[in-house]
Every structure is written in C-alpha cells, then in structure tokens.
C-alpha cells in the first residue's frame, strides 16, 4: 500500500514530506494551510502554539517550520501520535515540542501550559465543534492568544464574546477562521 503524505508549505523545512495514517484522518489542505499561515505570517515566531485533535500534526509542522517557539501535538489516536513521533525525528526535530496521546478535551480540563496559537482541527465526522469550544479554558490562553477553527462548512457554533473574528473563509465544504482572544 501506498503511504500517504502531505508536504510542509512554507518555511525551514518546506517541502518536506510528513506522512499520517488512518482512514479518517484529514490533513488540512494545502491551499487552506497556505492562506491561514499568510494571515499569521507574522504573528508565529517565537510563539507557543498547541495543534489540538493534530491527526497528521501538519498545523504544528508548519508552525515548526515557521520558527514557532514551542508546539504541543494532542493526539488521542494511537497510530496518529505515532507516525507524528516518526515524522518529528525523520525530519530531525528534537526540541520545541512535546506530543501527547490524550484526548484533547480531557488534557486541557488539567494543562497547566499557556498557548499564544491553539490549532483546532477535530475529525469532522464527530460533529463536536460546540461542544470542544465550551469546554476550552481562557487560563490556556496567554494575551493577544490567536485560535484558529476549521470545520464542516455546515457546522455552526457558538463564539465566546470575548473572542475577535479575524478572518474567515469558505473552500469546497471548509469553513475556517481566525479569532483574537482579548
């Protein structure tokens, strides 16, 4: 069988291939990861970035790539966390980050971590976007913290009041966006 892979879009380590598994994994589109990375372009280095529900962890690649500070991979799916293990020490990075086979909503209830970029990114099929949202806590966030939410187009959801919308975009049945935490 054929492995498949997405490559890295911008960055260091651009071009790099980062493989994932399983059937249900989505990697986040090549063109949607370009437009995103051009909107925080220059709001990512130096940055501690956490890449939630990461499935093939390209989000927090790309955020490496890119000179973030820290990047922290959730990911509740065995093979999913593995592979992202296999691709962080084939592409020789081996500081900055921290990866985690946990449920994501479950590792934040008790993080004691703080987060300046929260990728979120859950499988559509579990349709929980509402739910994930309620459940996230300003006390992971640092100030001025950025979230960014890709999603089914068709999904709705309700946005903190304290919560900016910075962009927002439509491609096929995606819809992300980009807010602001005061």
Do not use: H
Request: net charge positive; glycine share 6%; charged share 25%.
């Amino acid at each position: 069988m054929k492995r498949k892979f997405v490559r890295i879009s911008g960055g260091k380590l651009c071009g790099k291939k980062i493989y994932f598994t399983g059937k249900k994994t989505r990697p986040t589109q090549g063109k949607i990861r370009k437009i995103l990375f051009n909107w925080i372009s220059d709001r990512i280095e130096g940055k501690n970035c956490l890449d939630g529900y990461s499935g093939s962890g390209i989000l927090g690649f790309e955020s490496i790539s890119r000179k973030a500070n820290s990047v922290f991979f959730i990911e509740k799916n065995y093979s999913c966390y593995k592979q992202i293990k296999k691709n962080l020490k084939s592409i020789s990075i081996s500081k900055n980050f921290r990866i985690i086979n946990a449920s994501f909503i479950n590792w934040i209830q008790f993080s004691k971590n703080k987060f300046d970029l929260l990728f979120l990114d859950p499988p559509f099929y579990k349709k929980n976007i509402f739910f994930i949202l309620k459940k996230l806590k300003k006390k992971i966030f640092n100030k001025n913290s950025m979230i960014y939410i890709e999603t089914e187009k068709k999904n709705s959801f309700f946005i903190p009041n304290d919560w900016i919308l910075y962009r927002k975009k439509v491609s096929g049945n995606v819809l992300f966006c980009l807010y602001f935490i005061k």
